[in-house]
């Protein structure tokens, strides 16, 4: 019986792994997700996610620009905040692992300006 239950736990154990490293777990979905990462105005670091679906990994090219409102992170006022971050290198996530990622952005102002960090 011992023996039995050890199976189940290591079956268990591989199947977990197996489901974090193609990113299926919750639904069964192939999916990526990309936590954007970068700089606000008092040099500290930001970051928001975003699930890019049907992947299984992702090339800077796949990965769109985004935005954040920049009045909560000091970078732009609150009558116009609206930041966008540019992809401008990926790498692998240490943290979730997998084919999940890392993306170093840059900051813009929606106009094509770049915001200092």
Known sequence: EQEQEQE???EQEQEQEEQEEHGTMGGGSDY???EYVW??????TRCKTKVIPGKKGVKLADLP???FDG???GQAPGEDSEVII???RVYKDPFRGGHHVLVMTSCWTP???????
């Open 111 to 117: 106009k094509g300006e770049p915001i200092p960090s």
């Open 65 to 67: 620009d985004w935005n």
């Open 39 to 44: 700089i606000d105005a008092d040099g500290g």
């Open 8 to 10: 189940q736990e290591q």
């Open 32 to 34: 990526t997700l990309a």
């Open 86 to 88: 540019k992809p401008e």
């Open 71 to 73: 009045s909560s992170t």
